[in-house]
């Protein structure tokens, strides 16, 4: 049983991986996966002076952007792997200001439903050993036949 275990964890991030890997958007931002597993993905993308707002801290549409692709790609762990997800809809609180060497956000899966499923995420301020949630969001995703 182990090793089921395994193979399927693999295939997991393989998957996620792939899907990941043709998200030009993320590139551009220098985002990272560094985690997915059943309902969950964790990313990371460096704050860089190309993303910083007027009051030095990183624009919220980077913590929305990392937001939304980790809990889309924790509902995308779910999905059968003939199905790709997209967002329908997805809330954002900002807590705090964005600050710090990188942001991380942690999505995971609230419920997997046959048709819809809802997500959410939680966004990391990194600063050396520091960690601060800058932001939450709630939102639907939606499976979506993978193109022929």
């Given at each position: 049983m182990p090793n089921d275990i395994d193979a399927d964890q693999a295939s997991?991030?393989?998957r996620v991986r792939t899907s990941f890997s043709q998200q030009s958007m993320m590139?551009?931002?220098?985002?990272t996966l560094a985690d997915a597993d059943r309902g969950r993905c964790v990313l990371r993308a460096p704050?860089?002076?190309?993303?910083l707002q007027q009051h030095g801290a990183?624009?919220?549409?980077?913590?929305?952007?990392l937001?939304?692709?980790?809990?889309?790609?924790?509902a995308l762990t779910l999905m059968p792997?003939?199905?790709?997800v997209m967002t329908v809809e997805m809330k954002i609180n900002l807590m705090a200001p964005a600050v710090g060497d990188a942001l991380e956000a942690v999505g995971t899966v609230v419920k997997s439903g046959r048709r819809l499923s809802v997500v959410q995420a939680e966004v990391?301020?990194?600063?050396?050993?520091?960690?601060?949630?800058i932001a939450l969001l709630q939102?639907?995703?939606?499976?979506?036949?993978?193109?022929?």
């Open positions: 997991t991030l393989r590139a551009t931002l220098g985002a704050i860089g002076a190309h993303v990183a624009h919220a549409g980077l913590a929305f952007m937001g939304d692709s980790a809990a889309g790609y924790a792997h003939d199905a790709e990391f301020a990194l600063s050396g050993a520091h960690r601060k949630t939102g639907t995703m939606i499976p979506v036949p993978l193109p022929e």
